[in-house]
């Protein structure tokens, strides 16, 4: 009879940690696991669009202004909250994983899942903070953090191969867009190229999202969530151009509101429509680019001239030495991946060639903050630091 017994009705959303069986829940350990990574990506894509110039902060919470301002302080409480906690947590699951003992070690595709996003945890700790720490451990420098991700997605790609199933096949190839994007950051160019040529022509992933009224957090479109539901984001004046690569809407063409009426015109980004739109991660187009950074300023201005034909522009027409190609050249990337977390280590990389960036000291683009800083990553939270016993700066 229904609702004979209501008291002890079990909620399907609290789990026994004692009923789960590690080898036999693998794969919901794995996916949920894969779900963090996705989850905190798009955390880090909005507060790193508005620290680097992609997007203007279009509210008046402090601590999101901070991020746009280039000035954020340890005891920010949306840099633990929305950037620190979901990156730390998507490591710490994937890892968990990583170490578990389960059959058929050198094959089993749970193993190529977690090492694989445990490599972009770790190249994204690199990319947007000043140093890493995970797991209660010590402070890791930038090029502990790439190191770390390059010898996972090493992991990913010899176990992935090695499954030969599709599934563990494009884990793969995800991985080795990832180890060329790690490589390249850390300098080590012929390994970077290796891995960049590898990727099969034509290849791409994307996370997709769901529409959970309950749980738009961790299973929407960020981008979206933070357009629509609290008007956070507006694009950056230098992103507002005829290219379709970034459409957007201004206002008189949409109807929504910034959160915060001094931050100007709103202008709704429209890359991501809806709480369902993909969000790309790894591509044969993201390791061209790769592969044309370390070739140099021939192979950077045909693949300049090959994306500028594919968004129906004229070819470049500008000077051809190699730091104005350069600057072509990420411009035309940025566009390319415009709100999809590439900007922040391509800056962080060749800061000279990477313009658009707010300048230090300039004035704020709204009123009541200060001007901006100079800070090019994030600190730590005061809530890791004050609390891992092991970390010393």
């Not at 069986?21 to 990506?41: K, M, R």
């Not at 996003?117 to 947007?128: D, I, N, P």
């Not at 797991?135 to 991700?149: E, F, I, K, Q, V």
């Not at 507002?240 to 109807?255: A, F």
Request: proline share 7%; hydrophobic share 40%.
């Amino acid at each position: 009879m229904a609702c004979a017994d209501f008291l002890t009705v079990s909620n399907p959303n609290v789990i026994n940690r004692d009923e789960i069986d590690p080898v036999q829940d693998a794969t919901t350990l794995a996916n949920s696991a894969q779900q963090s990574y996705q989850s905190a990506l798009g955390w880090l894509i909005m507060y790193g669009s508005w620290f680097q110039g992609e997007t203007l902060v279009a509210e008046t919470f402090p601590t999101r202004n901070e991020f746009g301002r280039r000035e954020v302080v340890a005891a920010n409480g949306s840099l633990n909250a929305d950037v620190w906690f979901p990156l730390s947590q998507s490591i710490s699951g994937n890892a968990l994983v990583a170490e578990l003992a389960l059959p058929n070690p050198d094959t089993n595709i749970n193993y190529v899942r977690a090492h694989t996003w445990l490599g972009y945890g770790f190249l994204l700790m690199a990319e947007q903070f000043c140093e890493g720490t995970t797991r209660g451990g010590p402070s890791l420098d930038t090029n502990t953090m790439l190191d770390s991700a390059i010898a996972n997605f090493g992991v990913a790609i010899t176990k992935g191969t090695a499954n030969g199933s599709a599934a563990a096949v494009q884990l793969a190839n995800i991985s080795r867009v990832g180890r060329a994007r790690a490589r390249l950051q850390r300098g080590l160019n012929a390994d970077a190229l290796a891995d960049a040529t590898s990727v099969p022509a034509g290849f791409t992933f994307s996370f997709t999202h769901l529409d959970d009224p309950g749980n738009r957090t961790r299973l929407s479109n960020r981008m979206w969530q933070f357009t629509f539901d609290r008007g956070s984001i507006t694009v950056a004046p230098a992103f507002q151009v005829n290219d379709p690569r970034v459409p957007y809407q201004l206002p008189g063409q949409h109807s929504l509101a910034a959160q915060d009426p001094n931050s100007g015109p709103f202008v709704i980004q429209r890359k991501y429509p809806a709480y369902t739109s993909p969000i790309r991660v790894a591509s044969k187009l993201e390791a061209d680019y790769i592969a044309a950074e370390i070739n140099g300023n021939a192979a950077q201005l045909a693949l300049i001239n090959t994306r500028r034909a594919a968004a129906g522009l004229t070819p470049y027409a500008g000077a051809v030495d190699n730091a104005s190609v350069l600057r072509e050249f990420m411009r035309q990337k940025h566009l390319d991946f415009y709100l999809e977390g590439q900007r922040f280590g391509d800056w962080r990389r060749v800061p000279a060639a990477v313009t658009d960036v707010p300048v230090p000291g300039s004035t704020y683009f709204k009123p009541g903050f200060s001007p901006v800083g100079n800070q090019t990553c994030y600190p730590l939270p005061l809530a890791e630091t004050d609390n891992n016993p092991n970390f010393t700066p």
